[in-house]
């Protein structure tokens, strides 16, 4: 099964040369690894109980996806982020690079960094025309989704987790991993400040907005699909149901008003839910499915409990474990990788909130910016904007791994001079180097 895993995976990473749609090598690889599963396991039983366990999983983030990228579409057709881009007034390289990555690391702090991804990559394509500079501002919405979503519980699926089951809590996660986060995409933003693809561009970026008119009532859509968005681990708190059910009831409203905004108005059908469906990426929600499925299949095999139980063995130090995590979820999703290390430490060997916890909730939250296919908002921006593996592997991985390192130094040093965050704002920017 491993071996059919890194055949697979190569034939996602060198789907540009071997002109196979990454989407179709991952259900292939997922079924594949099924079926094996299947001979493998103990009885047929057993093994398709797992899969329907792991189908639950998967088929909730796939239908969070796909409500996600509806509901952006549909204000994409009214043209309602002309409200977010005309206030982002900006042509300068270096400035916009810092105002996207700044917006995005707020934004998924609120939003999942899978949502926001998509929202930011939709923005981007209404300020920049396409180009080598739109695909590396792209890979700092991925940086930036990835580290802003890794201090809030609800920002990150793997954060998200490790809250549900306990392992960490709201307000203590969000003052120790606050400025780790922070220094984790801070350090890649001045880094690529530096760089000629954002120097070299001495001039200022045409702005592709400008000839678009905001559709009738395009702002109550923009308003309402935001809120629906928004509202999503607000109605995660309050049913207990699973986020994709906030989004596919936010989904409903939004259909339900924009068919009414638009009663009779046979001209306006674009700006209807049925025409945005045809719109949206579903070969990268299949791709996701391809993914997640295959991994899920791993895990039910037990090989990544082997893999946790190897770094337990060899590794000596819990801080050391943590960040090897970050490492692996560049190339696993970092969601099992969670999974597993929470059924290997349980509360007992590391408390609530303890130090191990919250390392493991920053380093796999951030890790998975390392290569593009290391986390939900990478494989999303790869899918959109077109961008293969080593294309980010050569403009983007080097800054990930910094601002990576940077985070996990930041927060030992914060840590160990037992810093709490009202204190130190005042000299945060002097961090990294105190």
């Known amino acids: 099964m491993a071996l059919l895993f890194v055949i697979g995976y190569a034939g996602i990473i060198f789907e540009e040369s071997l002109a196979f749609n990454k989407s179709g090598v991952g259900l292939l690889m997922a079924v594949s690894l099924w079926i094996i599963r299947s001979i493998g396991a103990p009885s047929t039983e057993i093994a398709v109980s797992e899969l329907s366990h792991a189908s639950a999983d998967v088929s909730e983030i796939v239908f969070f996806l796909l409500g996600a990228m509806t509901i952006v579409e549909i204000i994409d ?3 309602g982020f002309k409200l977010v881009t005309d206030n982002i007034t900006t042509r300068n390289p270096k400035a916009l690079l810092w105002v996207i990555g700044i917006v995005t690391f707020f934004l998924s702090s609120i939003l999942d960094n899978l949502t926001s991804t998509i929202v930011m990559v939709s923005l981007l394509r209404k300020l920049v025309p396409p180009s080598e500079y739109r695909k590396l501002l792209g890979g700092v919405v991925v940086l930036a989704a990835n580290a802003g979503g890794a201090w809030t519980p609800i920002g ?12 960490i809590s709201t307000l203590q996660t969000m003052k120790s991993l606050f400025i780790p986060s922070a220094v984790s995409i801070a350090v890649p933003l001045a880094l690529m400040s530096l760089t000629s693809e954002v120097n070299g561009k001495g001039q200022d970026i045409p702005n592709v907005m400008a000839t678009e008119q905001i559709a009738p009532r395009g702002q109550l859509v923009f308003s309402v699909g935001i809120g629906a968005l928004i509202f ?10 699973p986020p994709y059910m906030g ?3 936010g989904l409903g409203v939004l259909w339900i008003l924009t068919d009414a905004i638009h009663y009779g108005e046979s001209e306006r059908q674009r700006l209807k839910v049925p025409q945005a469906l045809s719109r949206i990426d579903t070969q990268g929600a299949l791709f996701f499915l391809g993914i997640l499925l295959s991994v899920s299949s791993l895990e039910a095999a037990g090989l990544l409990r082997e893999l946790a139980n190897y770094l337990d063995a060899h590794i000596p130090n819990i801080d050391l474990i943590a960040s090897a995590i970050g490492v692996v979820s560049a190339v696993i999703d970092n969601v099992p990788l969670v999974a597993a ?3 290997m430490y349980d509360l ?8 191990f916890w919250q390392l493991v909730a920053y380093c796999a939250g951030t890790g998975g910016s390392m290569l593009v296919i290391g986390s939900a908002a990478g494989v999303a921006y790869m899918g959109m904007e077109k961008v293969d593996f080593f294309w980010y592997l050569r403009k983007v991985s080097g800054f990930a791994f910094a601002g990576y390192a940077a985070g996990i130094a930041a927060y030992l040093a914060v840590n160990n001079l037992h810093i709490s965050l009202p204190t130190t704002l005042a000299q945060a920017p002097f961090l990294p180097g105190s």
Do not use: C
Request: net charge negative; aromatic share 8%.
């Open 232 to 241: 999503v681990p607000v109605f995660k708190a309050v049913t207990g149901l």
């Open 341 to 343: 290390t929470m059924g």
């Open 247 to 249: 989004m596919l009831l």
């Open 156 to 167: 990150d699926v793997t954060t998200t987790m490790l809250w549900i089951h306990g392992q």
């Open 348 to 355: 007992s060997s590391f408390p609530q909130d303890s130090e």
């Open 77 to 79: 057709a009214h043209q």
